[in-house]
Nanobody, 125 residues
Framework: QVQLVESGGGSVQAGESLTLSCVAA???????????MGWFRQVPGKERENVAA?????VIRYRDSVKGRFAISKDNYHLYPQMNSLKPEDTAMYYC???????????????????WGEGTQVTVS
């Protein structure tokens, strides 16, 4: 299993950028190679949606609505989403997540993820 800790959220104006961070702490019997990692976001009353998925080999997939604006850097257990050209509709609670799966990591529903961080709020005005 893993423990996930997010940080880097805040309030910005439209067009500005933020960089989030997710640190994944491994526990006995598991390595980062055993997981798909990803970022999700959710607003009140809406379904939690996957905005990016990261495989252990570094392959990254993005939700269509953030392609060209969000970019993730990966350093072993650390994920750093660079969020550029932010829009008001990007306002949400952002979560780092992990799935106990070794292989390709598609954009997928939140119900398939096994571990979650507590979230970090991003507000764009």
């Amino acid at each position: 299993q893993v423990q996930l800790v997010e940080s880097g959220g805040g309030s910005v104006q439209a067009g500005e950028s933020l960089t989030l961070s997710c640190v994944a702490a491994e526990y006995s019997g598991y390595t980062y190679r055993d997981y798909c990692m990803g970022w999700f976001r959710q607003v009140p009353g809406k379904e939690r949606e996957n905005v990016a998925a990261v495989a252990s080999d570094g392959v990254i997939r993005y939700r269509d609505s953030v392609k060209g604006r969000f970019a993730i850097s990966k350093d072993n257990y650390h994920l750093y989403p660079q969020m550029n050209s932010l829009k008001p509709e990007d306002t949400a609670m952002y979560y780092c997540a992990a799935e106990s799966y070794r292989g390709s990591c598609p954009i997928q529903p939140a119900r398939f993820m096994d571990f979650w961080g507590e979230g970090t709020q991003v507000t764009v005005s």
